[in-house]
């Protein structure tokens, strides 16, 4: 993690945390560090909450500055920022937002000319300039020269390039929606404007809720972090499945035709499994995090799909995935990446690609997800003085191995520091709630007379 930036960016509470200024400074930065061997470009796009247009304007107004173009494709999604820069040839993309974050936070996140999260090196020299101790090219750089004359940039629309993303997802679909009802949560955030162009378009009943943002609804009871609202109203107006997005849309949750909810785990499993039939799963692996739920390696072991786990993190699973060449990793929580198509998690696309899989099987979302039993869990976290020592203590290792033996294959224990605050997080999964809630607490017990408690 860095000194700004996390693993999503640099993110905040609005001029707190995350201010104008320091807007300003990474436009500067980014106009003047890729315009040093020519003019550069950079596109830019934002959500919906209200001060997503001060950090775009103060961030437009430190690039220009520095000589470089800023392209602005106005309130648009995260993948599409992603879309964009690698297509249309940009230096790099930005997109303001916090994701699924409340409406007083706000992010920005960088992204390189292939449309991948930026890299940690051009990162950690973003925030040596943020903390006034640039060093590059042999000198230090405490203040960075201003364009003049004909060098000033300028700021340009470019929503036509927001408009041929959505032309792309449009392309991407195999089947017509014609006759299906479907229904869509935005959020009130990024996809207001463009998932229910793209469904309408490949003939579906579109009914659309949360897509009013104000500026301050962004997230707010609505969307994938609050998925109640469109399991209610799948149920209550008999649609064939619903989609909810985050505010940036790179997340997908869905629900099936009886409101139950269809996780990340869930749609990479039905995914992976559509795709080894037709010979498309080329390394016969799905990528997930440490926090994916045991019932998924359960469904993908009686299909014969492998799966690598990696740090929580949707940026972890895309290394993962470009060093082995995978198709498709994700997150529980709706972040699901398929490289074939993308550089980063799109809510869109996988609500897309899941309707693909719906028409192509002729069955509901229910019989598909079908096969992954979602286990219990129980996450217990502990405030410890030092999160190394106390999971390096070798009682503390003896009793997640007692918890491990007794689980055996029926469920499993995972025990991992927070990379934010001094928490080690004890989780349990297994066929019974108060079973995952007593081994959970057995260690937790442990940590604790183990002095390790802050």
């Not at 860095?2 to 945390?17: A, I, L, M, Q, S």
Request: glycine share 10%; aromatic share 8%; charged share 25%.
């Amino acid at each position: 993690m860095g000194r700004y930036f996390g693993t999503d960016g640099f993110r905040g509470k609005v001029n707190e945390g995350l201010t104008a200024e320091h807007a300003y400074q990474i436009g500067r930065f980014l106009g003047w560090y890729y315009g040093r061997s020519g003019k550069a470009s950079i596109v830019l796009g934002k959500d919906t909450r209200r001060s997503s247009y001060m950090l775009e304007y103060a961030l437009s107004a430190g690039a220009t500055a520095s000589g470089a173009d800023v392209y602005l494709l106005h309130v648009t999604t995260t993948p599409s920022v992603s879309y964009v820069a690698r297509a249309d040839g940009f230096d790099c993309g930005v997109m303001i937002s916090a994701s699924h974050n409340p409406f007083y936070d706000n992010g920005i996140k960088l992204l390189n000319r292939d449309g991948e999260k930026m890299d940690e090196a051009t990162i950690a020299l973003v925030e040596d300039y943020l903390d006034g101790r640039l060093e590059l090219d042999g000198q230090l750089w405490t203040r960075l020269p201003f364009a003049t004359g004909e060098h000033i940039g300028a700021v340009v629309d470019h929503s036509a390039g927001r408009n041929r993303y959505m032309g792309y997802l449009i392309s991407l679909a195999m089947y017509s929606f014609k006759g299906k009802k479907i229904a869509l949560d935005c959020a009130n955030g990024s996809a207001w404007a463009i998932a229910p162009n793209v469904f309408r378009a490949l003939g579906a009943q579109v009914y659309v809720i949360n897509d009013q943002p104000d500026g301050l609804n962004i997230n707010r009871d609505a969307g994938s972090t609050h998925i109640a609202g469109l399991q209610r109203y799948v149920k209550e107006h008999g649609m064939d499945v619903g989609f909810a997005y985050d505010g940036d849309a790179d997340r997908c949750l869905a629900v099936d035709e009886n409101g139950e909810l269809v996780d990340g785990d869930k749609i990479m499993y039905l995914y992976s499994r559509y795709m080894k039939e037709r010979g498309k799963l080329t390394t016969n692996t799905v990528v997930t995090t440490v926090m994916s739920n045991f019932g998924l390696y359960k469904a993908l072991d009686e299909v014969g799909i492998n799966y690598a786990k990696t740090a929580v993190g949707d940026k972890y699973v895309y290394e993962y995935m470009t060093q082995h060449g995978d198709r498709i990793g994700g997150e529980q929580s709706g972040h699901i990446i398929l490289s074939k198509y993308a550089r980063t998690g799109d809510g869109i696309l996988t609500s897309l690609k899941v309707m693909e899989v719906m028409m192509a099987k002729k069955l509901p979302l229910s019989r598909l997800a079908e096969p992954v039993t979602i286990y219990p869990q129980v996450l217990l976290n502990v405030r410890v003085k030092d999160k190394k020592a106390a999971q390096d203590d070798l009682d503390v290792q003896a009793a997640v191995k007692a918890v491990a033996d007794e689980l055996g294959d029926t469920g499993r224990i995972l025990v991992r520091e927070s990379g934010t605050e001094p928490l080690v997080r004890v989780m349990v999964e297994a066929p019974e709630k108060d079973q995952c809630q007593a081994l959970a607490q057995r260690v937790v017990d442990v940590i604790i007379a183990k002095g390790h408690q802050a």
